[in-house]
């Protein structure tokens, strides 16, 4: 299902959102996937088979769940679906043929109702940018039911104005038949590498009782600091990671469930070889020339974090159906329930961290009806550090999302970023430009403290479906932001704008990451225009 109702977004396994991260995705497993629905899991199915979407969750239940296994083919079991259902114990009348898929009989049997479409299970993602003399350029391949057994293998390519990078993933969901999941990567760049791994038992369903984990990830890489799109010092960095935990839930009562989990991490950033990237020293060996070496203003701090953590998570149920919000002429499932996610870490220099310190982060989420054809979702996090009496790499965000199909074939979005930061590393600065949704901009060309964006967008859907593969839709879309309180803007500044039209293309048989986005975008103020652009993408887009 597509959860982009209150999403607590994915961390790198192992730390807080504020803890320095591999800059470029796909070297690092996620967080533990804590909202995964017990009512309906319908996986990719074999790539000669066709596979299925689901509908909404089932009524809760206090049994087990029932799984259907593998349908078997002509020699071996292939694997094309599967399916979780609660069994509900006392017949709820008004659980009947909820949601369209789900009806329960007075005298016990239940007949379950699944709508099925044609689905590849080789997905492919792809994008390219061009904005001022720098070109982005992503390629992403997954298998996601590997020669019928239901496993996932995966190729991505990604190249930047930091670095060409190149990320190879295994992913087993049912290690030997069992609840266990594995991935394991391995990350090859242009500036070091990075290995990954993770094994562990999720919360896979609302009524799954007990959790458990461990992983641990490297990455050796160089962290550029940039200030008004330009790179004023890069350093060699050293990222490491690890975690084990273990978490239960109280399962599902009135549509809401509750989880704890507890357990230790370890997370090591160092910073070394820190240069000015001026003409003169861009391409000097070390050791390096006093006049070289970056000042202190641009170096980050060295991070090392060693002690248990407690995280507490709370998620309400409330899934709807909508169409034409994100993909075309197909259903999208959004929860407009809420989520409430609490991790602090206690860093201890007795158990050998770099400071006695508090790590904490807050996110929460809520999605709304917003009129009789509006849907508004927010999401809001607190992500602090506090030790040796002050409080460092504070960040407080706030987003929001509204979508309105009021007018046939389209639809109408607004998106708001809000981003407030104090003491924060160089790293950790608020960035904005072309990749970062001001799309008519050079990337990275603003950068500070403080950081708003507003994206407003018209989409426009056809039922043209051509040749049977894509839907064809168009767009036109305005961006407004700044970032200020940066390195060299201290003041605000002056707004930056662009305004831009696009191209939509809905690959009809792709399950996920089906939309092809092209726009051309042209700055309309800003003191610095890095356009005109163009952006092109198959895949993901800006997530909203």
Known sequence: MTDLGPPVVPRPFGTLSNFPTPSSSGGWPSQPLAVVLAALLFAACSAAALGGESGSPAPAGEAAPAEAGPVPAADRPILIGRITIEIVDVFDPSKRGEDGWFNRHENGAADVHVRVQDSWTTRASYGLGRTGGHTRAE????????????????????????????????????????????DVSHTNSSDGNGDAFLMERPFFSYETPWAAGIGGSRALQTTHIYSQGEKLADFDTSLRSGRIYYGFSTGLHDNVVLRYSFGALFNRADYTNGRK??????????????????????TPVDRKVIGPFFEFRRESRNWIKAYNLIRMDRPEDFNLGSVLDIETVLSRRVLGAGADEVLLLAQIGRGFHAGQNGLLFINHSINGRIGSG??????????????????????????????????????????????????????????????????????VWTRKELFHLVYVGFSGFVDLGNAWGGLESEGFGGLHSDIGMGLRLDASRAAHGGLLRLDFAAPVSGDRRGGPAVLFSFGHGFGY
């Open 139 to 182: 390629l992403e391949a997954q298998e996601v039911n590997l020669l019928g057994f239901g496993k996932k293998l995966g190729f991505s390519f990604a190249s930047n104005q930091d670095r060409k990078q190149d990320t190879f993933e295994y992913s087993d969901e049912q290690l030997f038949g069992t609840r266990v999941h594995m």
């Open 390 to 459: 002050s409080a460092a790499s504070n960040t407080f965000e706030l987003a929001a999302t509204y979508y309105n199909t009021r007018f046939t074939h389209q639809t109408l979005v607004g998106h708001t970023l809000l981003d407030y930061g104090f003491n924060l590393d160089p790293p950790g600065r608020f960035l904005l430009g072309g990749d970062e949704g001001l799309r008519g901009f050079n990337s990275r060309v603003l950068d500070g403290n403080r950081r708003f964006l507003i994206n407003l967008e018209d989409r």
């Open 277 to 298: 990237l001026t003409d003169d020293c861009r391409h000097r060996p070390p050791p390096l020339a006093p006049e070289c070496i970056a000042p202190v203003e641009l």
